[in-house]
Every structure is written in C-alpha cells, then in structure tokens.
C-alpha cells in the first residue's frame, strides 16, 4: 500500500497532467495527448488518451536500436568497432566506429530525401536499403551532428548480426518490451480508430493513421533504425521504469555492467551514448533536471527524460504533425510541461 500522503501528491499531479494535455489540445499544439511520470517504481499516467498508441517517432533510436546495440555489445561487436567491417558502405565512411554513430559524431549527413527514389505504394526495400549505404561523411568528425542516417545504419547493424528483421530481432531479444513497443510493415492492415493521427503527407497523398509518419521508414518498409515504432503511454512509461531499473542493478534488460560502457562525461556532466541530454534552461526538457539527466525527442511531437541522480522519468506523447510538418508550438509546451511536473516533485 501507498502511504496517504504519496496518493494525495499522485492525485494532484495526475491531475496537473490531465490540465496540461487539455491545455495543449485547446492551444492547438497538439489533438491527441498523454503524459505520464515515473518516480522510483510509482507510475501517474494521464486519463487521458492513455488507450491509444502513438508514433513514436524517433524515439525508437532509443527504445529499440539502443537497447539491441545493448545486448550486442560485447558479444557480436564492441563499442568501437568499424562499421565497414559490417556493412557495404563506401570507403570515406568504413572506419566509421559504432560509438560515433551513436553519439552523432560521425560526420553523416543528418538527413536525406530517399524516399523519393520509390514509388510509395509499393516501396522498393532493398533499393532504399543500398541508397542509405552509400552515404558518406559531409561534416567534421568527431563535432556532434545530429543523423537519422547513423542510426539507419545501426538498424542495418543490427540485422546483418542476428540474421533478422529488426522488429524480429527486438521481438526475440526483449519479447516482454515487444508487447509494448512495436512496428507496423507497410503491408499489415491496423485497426486505425486505436492509433493516433499525425498528419497529411504529401508523398502517399493521404493522411496518416496507423502507419508510421516518417517516409524514409515508410520506404524501409516501416522497420527502420531511426524511426518507426508505436506505443502507448503505459508502454513508454514501463520503459523509462526499466532503464531506471537497470541503472539501480535490478534491471533484467539492461544490465547495470553494460550501461556503463555507454556513460562518459562531457562538460562536467553525465550522459548516455545514443541518447540526448538538455542544455542550458531553454531546452524542452526545462529547467529542474539534475545533471545526469538524458533523454530524446520524436518528431511527430513526443518525447522522453529521465533523470537517472533523481530517478525520474518524464514522458509525453502527442500528436503535433497534425497541425503541419512545421507546427513550432511543441517546443514551448514541453518546456512548459516538464517544469510544471518536476518542480511539483523535486
């Protein structure tokens, strides 16, 4: 049982939640909204729209390539290792190591139209597939650029590895997380009513609904490093739990040993390679976060932090492409959203 004095704390702050997402739809930042908050092993979930999944965008670089280059490490490959001594990639960019694809410091481009070189209703896999390999480095090495092509080709990684899909690699490593977090092919049909909407795109002329927003995914047939994963807020919030977990040593999936190959410092401060970390006070993570804090966002308007000092973990997911690819109003409300909740805990 709960101390009283905890359940009236939760109350509130479920309710500050549900205050803040109807805020957001009413300001029409967002149409669908859910927000949750992980505290050691308590968990407050929004009422509302905690029933429906939403695209993950790229917080699948997080959720799913991270945790599989994870349970890799050290088994099939270790940290620094060159990704040409994997994959078919150009010259210029086959001493490329893994950690710098993680970090986002290898050079390669942040992003690429590729889907363009397909038809999207029936996209040429394999093409795309080799389009993406032949990527090479345009920026300094080493200065970080953030790159959906990276985390591509640490998707590609991880097939050429196990032989499998990485929807089935994810599905045979971490089957419990599976139920929870997943990709949709291009060729499963979904009850779209469960899944939220998340905008027009001009490229398959329709809007999108129960497939994955992101068209260079799409053209990667819907299973891709970068971007492709749906969830629910439950789903997401049972994550954060377990990375929390596994930094406290009692995590089965993430065991403390390997987590700690990816911590390095930077600035004075902590961070985890693969994830994003705030910067200064006018980060969308806000103001109160320790310094040993990462976390990452997704394009379609979601996001997570987790305060690993103070063992918190923040999520919010919404739908903000509805409004348009170039809705800026996100940005002010996560800031808005984290230090309203943090500052009610801390």
């Known amino acids: 049982m709960f101390p009283f004095h905890f ?122 597939r080799e389009r993406i390999l032949m990527a090479v480095p345009l920026h300094k090495r080493g200065s970080r650029l953030y790159s959906d092509i990276g985390f591509m080709w640490l998707g590609f990684l991880i097939e050429a590895l196990t032989g499998l899909s990485l929807s089935d690699a994810f599905r045979s490593f971490f089957p419990e997380l599976s139920q929870k977090i997943f990709f949709i092919p291009v060729t499963e049909e979904v009850d779209k009513k469960k899944f939220v909407p998340t905008g027009y795109c001009s490229w398959r002329k329709r809007r999108i609904r129960g497939e994955v927003h992101d068209e260079n995914a799409y053209a990667l047939g819907g299973i891709a490093g970068h971007a492709g994963c749906f969830s629910t807020i439950e789903g997401v919030c049972y994550f954060c739990q377990e990375v929390l977990k596994g930094f406290r040593g009692k995590s089965g999936l993430f065991p403390l040993s390997k987590l700690e190959i990816f911590v390095k410092e930077k600035n004075g401060r902590k961070i985890l390679l693969g994830w994003d970390y705030p910067e200064g006070e006018t980060s969308t993570a806000g103001k109160y976060f320790s310094e040993f804090t990462i976390g990452h966002l997704g394009f379609t308007g979601t996001s997570i932090w987790i305060d690993i000092k103070r063992e918190i973990g923040v999520v919010l997911l919404t739908n903000r492409t509805v409004y348009g690819k170039n809705n800026k109003k996100i940005n002010p409300f996560r800031r808005l959203f984290h230090n309203e909740l943090i500052r009610d805990i801390i």
């Open 7 to 128: 359940l009236q704390k939760a109350l509130k702050v479920e309710e500050k939640i549900n205050k803040l997402i109807e805020k957001g739809i009413e300001e029409k930042v967002f149409t669908r909204g859910a927000g949750g908050i992980c505290i050691g092993d308590s968990l407050i979930i929004s009422e509302k729209n905690r029933e429906y999944f939403f695209d993950l965008a790229s917080l699948t670089k997080v959720m799913v390539t991270f945790p599989l280059i994870l349970r890799l490490l050290n088994e099939k490959i270790l940290i620094d290792d060159e990704i040409g001594n994997y994959l078919p990639v150009l010259p210029p960019a086959k001493d490329i190591r893994i950690s710098e694809l993680l970090s986002h410091t290898s050079g390669l481009p942040s992003w690429k139209p590729f889907y363009k070189d397909t038809d999207p209703k029936n996209p040429d896999v394999e093409k795309i």
